[in-house]
């Protein structure tokens, strides 16, 4: 997404803010000696995923993926898969680091770079078989409400990534935002919702349930999932 500055060039709202946090030894340990390895930078350009992975797999990207312990839990139950995960805040990453040094996870590779641009410069067209995006910053205020992730130009960009029949699996749990969601994809060219139109979906086996979200539901509080799929 962009706007104009003041001196009429474009520039793009950006979803997030980098937010350090404070780093344990074992985060820090793990990004300075496991990054090389599991790691990729935006700068290596564009990837070929077979050799990323070093195996020719069904393959999910997960963007925002917070500490890391939902997607090294997918990882771990679908070793037939391979998972990219790329999320901005280092202990994070640090943290999934560990959990794939612990759990021995060798499908698992991480970004720590936006989003949008390693979509754009990195992820060849037509190549992943889902794209998570679990709980985004919901940007609740409305004057905010320009910065969050799910954008007309950010459905396009992963619907390019997508296979044919990939899906764009969404959940939040803030309501303003699942219409928001629900309104942009359903708007989407190329998009179709797998539950029928307007309908979001009961949270998949395969999602795993978090601690937020256990606090949540018992707290009352709700989550929605939309899953579409690319046509």
């Known amino acids: 997404m962009t706007t104009d500055s003041a001196d009429g060039l474009k ?3 950006r ?4 937010r350090e ?6 985060q ?34 997960e963007i925002g993926f917070g500490n890391g312990v939902s997607l090294a839990e997918m990882a771990a139950a679908h070793p037939e898969q391979d998972y990219l995960g790329i999320e901005v805040h280092r202990p994070g990453v640090g943290n999934l680091l560990l959990q794939i040094e612990n759990q021995g996870l060798k499908n698992i590779r991480v970004s720590c770079d936006d989003a949008v641009e390693v979509l754009k410069q990195q992820i060849p067209e037509a190549s992943l078989d889902a794209v998570y995006l679990f709980f985004p910053d919901p940007w609740h205020k409305k004057r905010h409400h320009k910065r969050r992730i799910v954008q007309p130009d950010f459905v396009r960009l992963v619907r390019e990534k ?17 219409q928001h969601m629900m309104k942009v994809l359903s708007a989407a060219e190329g998009f179709e919702n797998t539950a029928g139109e307007q309908a979001f979906v009961p949270r ?8 937020f979200e256990q606090r949540g539901h018992r707290l009352g509080h709700g989550v929605w999932d939309l899953i579409f799929f690319r046509r």
């Open 15 to 18: 979803s997030f803010v980098r």
């Open 11 to 13: 520039r793009r709202i």
């Open 28 to 61: 820090q340990r793990a990004l300075d000696t496991l990054l090389t390895e599991f790691g990729i930078r935006l700068e290596q350009g564009a990837i070929d995923l077979d050799v990323l992975f070093g195996r020719s797999a069904p393959r999910i990207l």
């Open 204 to 211: 998949p086996d395969y999602r795993p349930l978090t601690k």
């Open 162 to 178: 997508l296979k044919t029949g990939g899906k764009f699996h969404l959940a939040t749990d803030w309501e303003n935002y699942a």
């Open 21 to 26: 946090g404070r780093l344990t030894r074992g």
